[in-house]
C-alpha cells in the first residue's frame, strides 16, 4: 500500500506500509508488502506478554490488565493504576526497572509539569504498566523480581514460549526495547495470527476482553490510537516503528509503516478495515481524521494523508 501527504492538491511525500488480513480461519484477505520481513513486535505483543504474566499467577481486575497490556498516556488515571498495582504486591515505584521517561502524551506531560513533577520518572514510562505487571507475576510465582527483565528470567523465558506459540514464528534473537526490556523479533504475518487467537482463545480472552473495553486506558482518549480502540469490537494495539494491529471475530489486521509512523500503519489499518467490509460507516466517520490526518497551513486544513496504491 502507498499513501501520500496531499497539500494544496499536490502530494509532497510518498509513504509505503506493508500489510496483512487474516479471516477468522486464518485465511489471507489481503496482503500488501512485505509482510514476512523480520521485525521488533515492540509494544505490539503486550497482550501475549500479560499472558505469560498470569500464567505465572498473576490475577488483576479487567481495569488493571489493560493498563499491563497499554502503552499508556501518562494521565493520572493511568499513573494510578500502575501505583494501585503495585501497591497491591507490596511493591512499590523504585521496583520498576523502566527507562525513566516522561509521559506520552503531550497533554498528559503539561499536567505533570502544573502538579510540579518536572523530572523524568519510571511511572511516567508508557510501558509501566507492563513492569508493574511483571512485577507482580515475579511476587505471584516466588521469582526473583530485582531480574526480571533478564532474558533468562523465568518470566521472559515464559514470554518467548508464548509468542513462538501464537505467532508460529521463532522470536530469538531478542533484541533490547525503549523500556529496557527484551524485545521479540517476528513479521507482521505472525502478528496477525497472534490477533486472530487473541480473540478466540478462551485463556487469552482476558486481555482481549481488558483491552476492548477500555481502550482509553491502553492508549488514551487523544491519539488515534486510543480513538480507534474506542470505536473498534475487538482488541487493538500499537508498536514503535510504526506498527498496529487490530482484530475482531471476523478479522486481523497488522500493518507496518515503512518509515516508523504507526499513524499511516493505523491509516491502513482503517483503509482495509473498509475496504473488506469490517468497518461500519458511523465508525469510518468518526474515525475520518485519523483515517486522513490533516495537512495544516496556517493552522488550518489545506489536505490530508490519502492513500493512492492499494
Known amino acids: 500500500m502507498r499513501f501520500a501527504r496531499i497539500r494544496s492538491g499536490l502530494a509532497e511525500t510518498s509513504h509505503d506500509v506493508s500489510c496483512v488480513a487474516l479471516g477468522s ?15 521488533f ?7 501475549f506478554q500479560a499472558l505469560a ?20 498516556g501518562g494521565f493520572p488515571v493511568h499513573l494510578a493504576i500502575v501505583d494501585a498495582i503495585l501497591a497491591d504486591h507490596e511493591l512499590g515505584r523504585a521496583d520498576l526497572q523502566c527507562t525513566p521517561d516522561r509521559p506520552l502524551s503531550g497533554a498528559a506531560d503539561r499536567l505533570q509539569i502544573e502538579l510540579g513533577y518536572r523530572d523524568k520518572e519510571a511511572r511516567f514510562h508508557n510501558c509501566s504498566g507492563k513492569h508493574a505487571g511483571w512485577l507482580a507475576a515475579c511476587r505471584a510465582a516466588d521469582w526473583d523480581s530485582t531480574t526480571y527483565l533478564d532474558t533468562d528470567h523465568p518470566l521472559q523465558l515464559a514470554i518467548l514460549d508464548v509468542l513462538r506459540d501464537v505467532t ?16 521479540l523479533r517476528g513479521n507482521i504475518l505472525g502478528l496477525a495470527r497472534a490477533f486472530l ?18 481502550g482509553p486506558l491502553v492508549a488514551d482518549n487523544i491519539r488515534g490510537e486510543g480513538r480507534f480502540a474506542a470505536n473498534w469490537t475487538g482488541p487493538s494495539k500499537g508498536g514503535a516503528e510504526g506498527l498496529f494491529a487490530a482484530a475482531n471475530s ?4 497488522v500493518a507496518k ?7 499511516i500503519a493505523l491509516a491502513a489499518v482503517l483503509e482495509v478495515a473498509d475496504l473488506l467490509g469490517a468497518l461500519p460507516q458511523a465508525t469510518a466517520s468518526w474515525l475520518d481524521d485519523v483515517r486522513h490526518p490533516p495537512q495544516l497551513g496556517a493552522g488550518r486544513p489545506v489536505g490530508r494523508l490519502e492513500l493512492v496504491e492499494t
Not at 25 to 39: F, K
Open 25 to 39: 480461519e486464518g485465511d489471507t484477505l489481503y496482503r500488501s508488502g512485505a509482510i514476512d520481513t523480520p521485525l
Open 53 to 72: 504474566a498470569r500464567r505465572a499467577g498473576l490475577t488483576l481486575p479487567a481495569e488493571h490488565l489493560a493498563i499491563t497490556c497499554a502503552s499508556h
Open 41 to 47: 513486535y515492540r509494544s505490539a505483543i503486550k497482550p
Open 197 to 214: 487467537r487473541l480473540t478466540s482463545d478462551a485463556e487469552l480472552a482476558p486481555m482481549a476482553d481488558a483491552m476492548g473495553r477500555f
Open 257 to 263: 509503516s515503512t518509515e516508523g509512523d504507526v499513524s
Open 168 to 183: 508460529g514464528v521463532d522470536p530469538d534473537p531478542t533484541g533490547v526495547d525503549g523500556c529496557g526490556a527484551p524485545t
Open 250 to 253: 471476523d478479522v486481523a489486521i
